[in-house]
């Protein structure tokens, strides 16, 4: 058997982990596509962003069901990230990648290290105002991010609202919307790229990231401690970090 029908079973386990995290995965399912023999642009590149846009929005619609999306944040973040994407994607034409890569994994290490600390912000109230403030910033400078890299921003999203003062559980599965609407866009952008697609192994995987994403996201809310959120995000952003400059040297 091809060995590229081993990814569902591996992506099931990324998918599940992630969607506890509010983040897509698509740090982890670029590369490994592409070690597993796909073409990086007619096959990696769609299929991770549409595994990435799958895991996030199937995870979000199960936060929002039980009411863990704290909209007044996630609403104006997801709505700046889409619009000031562009703009770092414009600024990534005349920076070095190598450079990029390597500044994203070192701040996706330090937000990794903040979240394993035991860091604990001063206090877990926000206004309504301040809320909208923070969804408007922090979705403009990341959306700013997404562009630059070309990365998915989630990794930063969850540490920042946490640190702004928001419950860690709810930090990660606002964290998931924002980073679908983030997702969605980078999809449909590169989607019509896709080139005869492996329509199998394609269907075995987006099936394998839905049952993932929903078994992870359920996992969390009924058996997770923010504390332990924290924990889990903190080492998977680590081996994120890692994977990102084993990619970058390896070039």
Known sequence: MDAIFATPVIFFIISFIFSMLGLGGGQLYTPILFWFGMDFK?????????LNLITTSSSSITYGLKKMIDWKVAIPFGVTMVIFAPLGTWLNLNIPTKFIIVIFAIFAAGAAILMLSGYKPKSDVISSKGR????ISGGSGIGFLTGLTGLGGGSFVMPLLYTAGID??????????TATAGGASGFVSHIFTAVEPQWTVWILNIVAVIIGSQVGSRVMIAKLKSKNVKMIF?????LVSAVLLIQNFLK
């Open 42 to 50: 007619t096959q990696v590149i769609p299929l991770s962003l549409m």
């Open 132 to 135: 909208k403030i923070l969804g």
């Open 168 to 177: 860690a559980k709810l930090a990660a599965a606002t964290s998931a919307f």
């Open 234 to 238: 903190g080492f998977v952003l680590l």
